[in-house]
């Protein structure tokens, strides 16, 4: 397990104004901290598991760093029509066999994004300012496609309607001359979601008594549907009683979802039903983050294959 904990931004809906204030993009992946020491490579998610032998050209950081040993923070991506797939990033993640591994490098190609550095050649640089560290840390790495520098800017407002338009997963401001302080004590560095929606396909219902509890919803990767999280927040009670009311036409004796298991309180339905979910973000077990119905759709359950849009 990995003792350095990161540093966490803290969530806020206003973007932080002011010349001390700069801003960077927030990547959607998994992520990344990086230990290096020549030859040796340590790669650990946020939690402190080893990842690395997951990620099996992150060795390649010796050929694009100067430094001979650094502690490097962090995204892993992966590169979908210039957007994120944090879906693509979780399987690469969640992959154990050794072929099933090899195969990931060119299926799912890794982007490791770096935006802070907290050693470099064995002094400590947490207690700089970030923009030394920044600085230091852009210095030092040659972009490629593998590795990419994440730079600040100065104008909050206009990179966040930038990511918005590109369908990115927010912002992070922060203060630019702030230390790199672990987990979220502290008020320097804060993070500006971008709200998104999502198709998803009702493939079961949570029951309380004889009331709908929640929807379980669920989107298709090629034939599989996968859980992806339940929601209940959003339903009228007209909803409710409708769903409650067409049970029985819509039950089915086949659990649609390929990765969760019958329980006591889950009726599985025919996947016919598709919804509008508003979410804040994907979850590092691949759910969404605060789901929120905003509606019935008559789109039909192909189309719910993971495709996000901005509010």
Partial sequence: MLEIMPMEPIKSTTIPQGSDWVHEIKFDGI????????????????????????????????????GKSSIIDGELTVFKEDRHSFHDILVRARSSSELKIKSNIAKYPLTYVVFDILSYNGEDLSYQPLAMRKKILKDSIEQTNNFLYSDYYEDGNALFDKVKSLGYEGIVSKKIDSPYVPYKKHRYWYKIKVKKKILCVIGGINLEGNKVKSLLLGMYNGNNLIYIGNASSGLSQNDLSL???????????????????KSKSIVFTKPLLTCWIKYSEWTDKGKLRHPQIIGFSDLLPSNANGVEFIL
Avoid: A, C, M, W
């Fill in 243 to 261: 769903l409650y009311g067409n049970l029985d036409s819509l039950r089915s004796n086949h659990n649609p979802f390929s990765n969760i298991s």
């Fill in 31 to 66: 992520r990344g901290l990086l230990i290096y020491n020549q030859d040796d490579f340590k790669l650990y998610t946020k939690k402190g598991y080893d990842i690395t032998l997951k990620f099996p050209e992150i060795t390649n950081f010796k050929y694009v760093f100067s």
